[in-house]
């Protein structure tokens, strides 16, 4: 299993370009996260999917949009993005209830 | 709006020492998490508590949950050099986790 998997590792825009960050996961979890890291700080929860067809706000959805394409998929989109949104984007998945997450490797996304 | 504090946020220990990580929540959960983050990192989970009074240990790390003082503690003992790392707890309410900032731990020979 490759457990959760992140595309691509590493990313630089320039202000204003659009980019979607991809998300699989092959351990049939019914939940997925995306979350961004800054620097010294926790993660902080931008969007999740409890389950297929479905997505939830989190604490800073404010210039992201998701998809949940398929049980093993779940992309995040960023439409304009701003010297803000730079920082590490991760992952994660449960297969639901008390089960602890698994986090992907990250994205490290720079925004010029 | 949960709130989770560590404390501390940064940890120098000397190797063969003690000591204890704090994570405090600001309101009712019976779900918690510690999470190890080794620098440029993913997270990578190591205890999940799920109950009051729950005790968790692997190694040198042992973790309790007290939900009535919301609070779980990381006790760390005879600390040794690869435990350094950066460690979180996360706190599960209405399905949405919530992490605390983190706790930078070096320890030192």
């Known amino acids: 299993n490759a457990g959760v998997t992140q595309t691509p590792k590493f990313q630089v825009l320039k202000t204003g370009q659009s980019m979607t960050l991809q998300c699989a996961q092959d351990m049939n979890h019914n939940s997925m996260y995306w979350y961004r890291q800054d620097p010294g700080m926790g993660l902080r929860l931008i969007y999740y999917s409890a389950s297929e067809g479905t997505t939830d706000k989190g604490e800073v959805p404010n210039g992201y949009n998701v998809s949940r394409l398929n049980k093993r998929e779940f992309s995040l989109r960023l439409e304009s993005a701003a010297p803000s949104q730079t920082s590490v984007y991760f992952c994660a998945s449960r297969s639901g209830g008390q089960e602890t997450q698994y986090f992907g490797p990250g994205t490290r996304l720079l925004v010029l | 709006e949960l709130k989770v504090e560590q404390n501390p946020l940064f940890l120098s220990m000397q190797e063969g020492k003690n000591y204890t990580i704090y994570c405090n929540y600001s309101?009712?959960?019976?779900?918690l998490y510690w999470y190890r983050q080794d620098p440029g990192k993913s997270l990578e989970s190591l205890f999940v508590?799920?109950?009051?009074?729950a005790v968790k240990q692997e190694g040198r790390l042992m973790a309790s949950l007290d939900t009535k003082a919301r609070l779980s503690t990381l006790h760390i003992t005879a600390a040794v050099h690869d435990l350094s790392a950066t460690y979180f707890c996360a706190v599960v309410n209405a399905g949405k986790s919530t992490f605390g900032d983190g706790t930078t731990l070096t320890v030192k020979p």
């Open positions: 309101t009712t959960s019976d779900r």
């Open positions: 508590l799920l109950s009051n009074g």
